[in-house]
């Protein structure tokens, strides 16, 4: 027969005795101090940013956007890797904007960007509806899309993809080439580099596409957007909507610049997306700077959190 076992009696804990202390010596993390204040009806854009709190990720917006305006106003590099999002969501005009300003020294994208700014520049629209046209087997069959892109890819690989197709749109006729960064980036003769997955792009499945023309543009582009890496000490790298190829070029080209002897040691990064993945918060935000330097994420809708930033940039310029 199997002996009982004594059952443990429990009763409610005493809280006699307990050690306590003034709040007023205690150590706080938020303080009056830093609550929002209420900006006045018509008021300025600059009245409204110094009432955000000074809490979190307002905080942090306020910390890229100087580290941007000092970065700038000390001569140092501000890159910008992106998705496709950015352009999907209309901020190419700001992206634009920045080029022209001086305040953005190059960016890298996607294979997906140099799509959608083709097509907007070229019909003045883009982002068709995947799901009604992938059942017929028509997803991503746009003639002058597959066709231009990639003659200008195939004629122009040696001197790089972004600037092959930057140029090709500046000297277009295209109704909505105003609205082309790529082009923006070929008239101010800054790096707009493109860095392709084959495969991944609509661009890959039309008859014209070369992958050989195509492997070589992006390798050349990963070695100019190389030299944009290896200037950024003190300088500002943003990733804006990529979540898996930036992420990793830009860790790539960091291994390639530091191996050769460059110093990249202070300087911020900073990742912008309505979701924050695994790759960009290791590969841009903490490895990088984990030396030195400082990284930001900031999580948000791009077609919110980008004008709200530069808005921030430009007022503080």
Known sequence: MARSVKKKVFKPISTKGLKTYSIKDRKSKVSVTEFAGLPQKGGSFAD?????PDILAARDLRSV???????????????????AHVIKVGLGPIIIDLIERGVIDSIAMNGACVVHDFETAFAGCT?????????????????????LLNRAINKGS?????????????????????KSILAAGARAGI??????ALGTDILHIHPQMDGRATGEASMVDFRLFS???????????????????MPEVFLKALTIVRNLGHEVVNFTTVNMDFIQHYRPLTNVVRRPTQGGGAGYRLTGHHEIMVPLLYAMIIEGL
């Open 48 to 52: 409204f940013v110094s009432k955000l």
């Open 65 to 83: 956007a100087a580290s941007i305006i000092n970065a700038k106003k000390n001569g140092r590099t501000v890159a910008l890797g992106m998705g």
């Open 127 to 147: 982002s068709e509806d995947v799901d009604k046209e992938l059942g017929a087997g028509a997803f991503g069959m746009a003639e002058e899309t597959g066709a």
């Open 158 to 178: 040696k001197k790089g993809l972004g600037k092959a197709v930057g140029e090709m749109i500046e000297r277009s006729k295209f109704p909505h080439k105003d």
């Open 191 to 196: 790096p707009i580099t493109v860095h392709v």
């Open 227 to 245: 030299s944009v890496v290896a200037s950024l000490e003190k300088g500002v790298y943003l990733n804006i909507g990529s979540a898996v190829i």
